[in-house]
C-alpha cells in the first residue's frame, strides 16, 4: 500500500522559511518522479516543483529562486525548502509519486497546510 506523509507545514510571517518533507513507503521511491503541488481556497491545485527518478528538477515560475526541491533515495523522502515566503504562497501543499513510464496520476499525500502572513 502506497503511502505519502507530508510533514513541516505551518505559520510564518512573509520574509521566512520552511522546509517540507514526503516521507514514502509502498513505493519503490527511486523509480518515481516526485512532485510539490498546492491548492489555494478557491483556486486550482498547481504545480510548484518536480524532481524526476534522475534529480533533474522544475520549477513553477512563481517560486523559482525561491524554493528547491531535493530527495533522498536512501530515506525514501522528497523535500522542499521554502525561502522568502509571501503570503501568495499560502496554500495546502501536496506531494506526489508517479512512477516512472506511467500515465496515470500517480499517489497523493494528504497535504500539509502553509499559512504565510504579511
Known amino acids: 500500500q502506497v503511502q505519502l506523509v507530508e510533514s513541516g507545514g505551518g505559520s510564518v510571517q512573509a520574509g521566512g522559511s520552511l522546509r517540507l518533507s514526503c516521507a514514502a513507503s509502498g513505493i519503490i521511491f527511486s523509480i518515481n518522479h516526485m512532485h510539490w503541488y498546492r491548492q489555494a481556497p478557491g483556486k486550482q491545485r498547481e504545480l510548484v516543483a518536480r524532481i524526476t527518478s534522475g534529480g533533474n528538477t522544475n520549477y513553477a515560475d512563481s517560486v523559482k529562486g525561491r524554493f528547491t526541491v531535493s530527495r533522498d533515495n536512501v530515506k525514501n523522502t522528497v523535500y522542499l525548502q521554502m525561502n522568502s515566503l509571501e503570503p501568495e504562497d499560502t496554500a495546502t501543499y501536496y506531494c506526489?509519486?508517479?512512477?516512472?513510464?506511467?500515465?496515470?496520476?500517480?499517489?497523493w499525500g494528504q497535504g500539509t497546510q502553509v499559512t504565510v502572513s504579511s
Open positions: 506526489n509519486a508517479r512512477r516512472v513510464g506511467s500515465i496515470g496520476s500517480g499517489s
